[in-house]
C-alpha cells in the first residue's frame, strides 16, 4: 500500500526494502525505523531470502534522521529512549543488505547507507553528515563508519563543515562499492543480490561475520576468528557440493546446509 512509510518486495531470493516518505525525503522517524528494522528480520527469517535491497527513490535514499520529529526532544527523553539503539537490530542481521542510494543520503541517510555491506550508487548521489548546521553531531554510527570508510581527512572535512561529496567523490574515496549510471543504481544493486542468492546461506553469513570482524579487532585476532570460522566450513554439504563442481566443471547446487 502506498501510504505505507516502507514498501516491500521478494524477488526470486531477494527481499526489497523500499523507504517511502517521498514528501519527507524519506526522514527516518520513529516509524520508519520500526518498520525497516522489522522487515529486515522478517527476511532473515525467511530460509528462502538471500540478501536484502534497501533503497529510497530517485530524489533521495533519506536525508536523515527526522528533524521535526527530535527537534523538542530533551537530553532525558533521548537518554532513557537511548534513541539511536534500535540501530543494533539492523546492524546485527546476518544476511548481506545491499544500499541502491540515489539522491540525497544525509545524516541518518548517510549512516544508514554506511550500515548496508555493499553501497552502489550514482555520480548525483549526494552523501553528507550535515548534522554540525543542525547543532548536533552523528548520532547513528557516521563519526565512526564514514572515518573507517573514507579516512580521516575526509571524515573530519565532512562532519565539520557539512558538506555533501557526491557519487563519484565517494567511490573514489572507498565509501561506495559500485559507481553506476543514476537510473542503473537499483537494478545494479539487484544483480548484486541475485549473484549472492546463487551461493550458500549459511556461508554468505559467515563471510559477512568475517569481514565485520576486520572493523572490531586486532590483524592477528581477525586472522584467527577467520581461521576458527573457515575450517568448520568442511562440515556443510555446500563446501563439498562447490569444490566438487569446481573439480567437474559445473556450477554448485547449494543446499544451505
Ligand atoms: N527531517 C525532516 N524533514 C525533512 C528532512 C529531515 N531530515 N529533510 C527534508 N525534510 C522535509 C522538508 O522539511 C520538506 O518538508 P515540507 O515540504 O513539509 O517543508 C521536505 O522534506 C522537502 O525538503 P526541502 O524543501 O528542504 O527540499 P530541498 O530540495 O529544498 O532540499 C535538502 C533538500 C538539501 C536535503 C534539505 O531538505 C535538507 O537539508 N534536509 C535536511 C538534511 C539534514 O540535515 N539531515 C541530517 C538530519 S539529523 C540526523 O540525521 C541525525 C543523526 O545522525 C541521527
Redesign the pocket.
Known amino acids: 500500500m502506498s501510504d505505507h512509510v516502507i514498501l516491500t518486495e521478494t524477488v526470486d531470493r531477494v527481499g526489497i526494502i523500499r523507504l517511502n516518505r517521498p514528501?519527507?525525503?524519506n526522514?527516518?522517524?520513529v516509524e520508519v525505523i520500526t518498520a525497516l528494522v522489522e522487515a529486515a528480520e522478517t527476511f532473515q527469517a525467511d530460509p528462502n531470502i538471500m540478501a536484502i535491497v534497501v533503497t529510497g527513490n530517485e530524489?533521495?535514499f533519506?536525508?536523515?534522521?527526522?528533524?521535526?520529529?527530535?527537534a523538542d526532544k530533551s537530553f532525558v527523553e533521548m537518554h532513557m529512549a537511548d534513541w539511536?539503539a534500535r540501530w543494533d537490530r539492523f546492524t546485527a542481521i546476518r544476511l548481506p543488505i545491499i544500499a541502491a542510494v540515489n539522491g540525497?543520503a544525509?545524516?541518518?541517510?548517510?549512516?544508514l547507507a554506511m550500515m548496508a555491506d555493499i553501497m552502489v550508487a550514482g555520480p548525483k548521489t549526494?552523501f553528507?553528515?550535515?548534522?554540525i548546521?543542525?547543532g548536533?553531531?552523528?548520532?547513528?554510527g557516521?563519526s565512526q563508519r564514514l572515518t573507517r570508510a573514507v579516512g580521516k581527512a575526509k571524515a573530519m572535512d565532512m562532519v565539520l563543515t557539512?558538506r555533501m561529496m557526491d557519487g563519484e567523490e565517494a567511490e573514489r574515496a572507498g565509501l561506495v562499492a559500485r559507481l553506476v549510471e543514476d537510473d542503473k543504481v537499483f537494478d545494479t544493486a539487484m544483480e548484486i543480490a541475485q549473484t549472492i542468492a546463487a551461493k550458500s546461506r549459511p556461508v554468505v553469513m559467515v563471510a559477512k561475520e568475517a569481514v565485520d570482524a576486520a572493523f572490531e579487532t586486532t590483524l592477528s585476532q581477525g586472522v584467527l576468528f577467520e581461521r576458527r570460522t573457515f575450517h568448520p566450513l568442511f562440515a556443510l554439504e555446500d563446501q563439498k557440493e562447490g569444490m566438487d563442481a569446481f573439480a567437474n566443471k559445473r556450477k554448485a547446487q547449494f543446499k544451505d546446509c
Request: net charge negative; proline share 5%.
Open positions: 514528501k519527507a525525503l526522514a527516518l522517524n530524489k533521495a533519506a536525508a536523515g534522521a527526522d528533524i521535526k520529529e527530535m539511536s540525497y544525509l545524516g541518518g541517510g548517510c549512516e549526494q553528507g553528515q550535515p548534522e548546521n543542525l548536533v553531531i552523528p548520532g547513528w557516521g557539512g
